[in-house]
């Protein structure tokens, strides 16, 4: 890579400085408001960061992710406040993944194509070498979101002198929460039991931030690369996504084991909740680019990935739990180059 002149240095950083400010501003609206567009703005937090890496090199986005983790720490209302989990929440679940994923994707990339080489290489009739970046991506983010709430659990543990004390203690202040939600309204149902419903959200809360974390910085990561692509800033060539994105076969078949060890129990089974949600999460968009590969050139391909997206909306979930499974069986089976396998023999059409 050429060495960049001073201006192009302070270009850089003056893009990390600005990334940085909008994903913190984006997520410290949420925790400040809690309002339904601020959750809506909060989704787009990563976005900044990850159009910064991929538009203006790694260390911009770096720079943007360290600086967005100082300022969420920060409140100023009434007074200068540090608010230190608030920062190390953003830096797990916002700053340092949207960076990595990005990192993962450019590493080893091919160049962006040019117009004398697309022609060649649409010249030549060999077949397309995969492109690992999607799968790259996928898996730095799929194991960096198991391993960070996984030690984030452990250490909640220690602080509390067990996991069942750290359950016991949150369960009883949010049962608290919820008996004064359920005694100021009448819109929840009479039979709501709120120690009940506390001690689920508090047993399931970890797994899904990391679930729903790796969604959305790959969300993300989609969205920005079309936007720096659009501004002919993509430092590669853009990847067939429907076929290349994909975990590693040991990824996919460490769900199994995982979904095992939950019922031990203890610490074991929730750091096990918390890897087998993230690896079934992750299978789960693999089944999703397993379905848009194998209907290519159907008639019918639109209806069915608006009909599977809308059920994903709609239910989360279970289609999501469908997907993961196809995912597995791909990962076991190859289904995307079964495909391409009966594609090549198939005699050619008159």
Known sequence: MPEQTPL????????AVGAGIASALLFVVFTENGALLALCLAYFAPLPLIIASLGFGQWTGLVGAILGSALATIRLSPHVQFLYPMGIAYAIGIGFPAWLVCAAALRGA??????????VRESTAGPTIPNAAPMRAL???TLFFAVSLSIAALALAAAHGGLNAAFNQLTEQLASVFGE????????PE?????????IIVRVI??????????LVMANLWLAARIVQISARLPTTWPDIPYNLRLPVPFAAALIPAIGLIFIG????FVAAIVATVLATALSLQGLAVMHDVTRGMSTRRPLLFGAYLLVTLIPPWPMAVFALVGLVDAALGLRERKRLRQSAAPPSP
């Open 191 to 199: 039979g709501l039991d709120p120690d009940r419903l506390a001690r």
């Open 139 to 141: 898996s730095a983010a």
């Open 181 to 188: 939600v359920k005694n100021a309204t009448t819109t929840l």
């Open 206 to 215: 970890v797994p899904a931030m990391a679930g729903s974390g790796l969604l």
């Open 110 to 119: 091919a160049p962006a194509e040019t117009s004398s080489t697309r022609v």
């Open 266 to 269: 203890r610490e074991i089974g």
């Open 8 to 15: 192009a240095r302070l270009s850089s950083l003056g893009v």
